[in-house]
Antibody, heavy 121, light 110 residues
């Protein structure tokens, strides 16, 4: 079955760190770019970060640049998001999304169910 | 404030045709294709339209997309109750080197 499964979300204090993971299955993982997209409760979608098939091209939203790091392990069919210096405004559902091709500027054609990150003291 | 502008809400009765607009600029919609996502209540988003007007396998042909200049539209014909959802447009932005989304349109089927 073609699917993406996120994990690693939870409650974390402001200023602390959290690492999200996304396990991919059912497709050739290293043929595609991957992304993280978040959605604050009751709000719209916001692209967080994307990584090309070979990690050669990486992009971040200005809101997370310098604090978040995206990475992938093609041997493990896995995508990661290291989130440091977390702020209350980072509270959101974080979705893993598959790109439509190998570079980051293609549409997202498969989404996971999301994992909730809550930043609060 | 979203980079792409969508109306916050839209509505229609069963069987009607509804359109949702998405306005951008030369660095996003004006120079790249537009994609649309449907988010049913309590679920993850799903790709609805890609490349301005292409439907992924399984998406009914009641859904169609178009683009002109720096604006795009999603049209839903033969509106059904199960179409009640949030709809988002998105495009790559060459100036920001980032994906940008519209704020989303909540579609209500009356």
């Amino acid at each position: 079955e073609v699917q993406l499964v996120e994990s690693g979300g939870g409650l974390v204090q402001p200023g602390r760190s959290l690492r999200l993971s996304c396990a991919a299955s059912g497709f050739t993982f290293d043929d595609y770019a991957m992304h993280w997209v978040r959605q604050a409760p009751g709000k719209g979608l916001e692209w967080v970060s994307g990584i090309s098939w070979n990690s050669g091209s990486i992009g971040y939203a200005d809101s997370v640049k310098g604090r978040f790091t995206i990475s992938r392990d093609n041997a493990k069919n896995s995508l990661y998001l290291q989130m440091n210096s977390l702020r209350a405004e980072d509270t959101a559902f974080y979705y893993c999304a598959k790109g439509g091709s190998y570079e980051v500027n293609w549409y997202f054609d498969l989404w996971g169910r999301g994992t909730l990150v809550t930043v609060s003291s | 404030q979203s980079v792409l502008t969508q109306p916050p809400s839209a509505s229609g009765t069963p069987g009607q045709r509804v359109t949702i607009s998405c306005s951008g600029s030369s660095s996003n919609i004006g120079s790249n294709t537009v994609n649309w996502y449907q988010q049913l209540p309590g679920t993850a988003p799903k790709l609805l339209i890609y490349g301005n007007n292409q439907r992924p396998s399984g998406v009914p042909d009641r859904f169609s997309g178009s683009k002109s200049g720096t604006s795009a539209s999603l049209a839903i014909s033969g509106l059904q109750s199960e179409d009640e959802a949030d709809y988002y447009c998105a495009a790559w932005d060459d100036s920001l080197n980032a994906w940008v989304f519209g704020g989303g349109t909540k579609l209500t089927v009356l």
